[in-house]
């Protein structure tokens, strides 16, 4: 069993930055998280940010030049720094993990972005 957990939501305003993190630990021999995704209420969930094969990485348009995921190995956590933040980053934050053939994903973390 994997487990996937996000941390670092909150209520900023407008402008402001956080920092979400994303732990993934369970009994596999490798766990790759991939990624992070969100949703908005009344909305599907979305790709935010990926790594892709060769850790190049991939993200939405809509935050391009504003947010940046990186992994922190130390921690074995994956980042995903959010900055300029705008009320319509506002959103259910998910990591998306990888193991042994099956994707997880964690419960997400709430970011509200005031206005």
């Known amino acids: 069993q994997v487990q996937v957990v996000e941390s670092g939501g909150g209520l900023v305003q407008a402008g402001g930055s956080l920092t979400l993190s994303c732990a993934a630990s369970?009994?596999?021999?490798?766990?790759?998280?991939m990624g992070w995704y969100r949703q908005a209420p009344g909305k599907q969930r979305d790709l935010v940010a990926r790594f892709n094969i060769g850790s190049s990485t991939t993200y939405a348009d809509s935050v391009k030049g504003r947010f940046t995921i990186s992994r922190d190995n130390a921690k074995n956590t994956v980042n995903l720094r959010m900055n300029s933040l705008k009320p319509e980053d506002t959103a259910v934050y998910y990591c998306?993990?990888?193991?042994?053939?099956?994707?997880?994903w964690g419960k997400g973390t709430l970011v509200t972005v005031s206005s």
């Open positions: 369970g009994s596999a021999n490798r766990i790759d998280v």
């Open positions: 998306k993990a990888y193991a042994n053939g099956v994707f997880y």
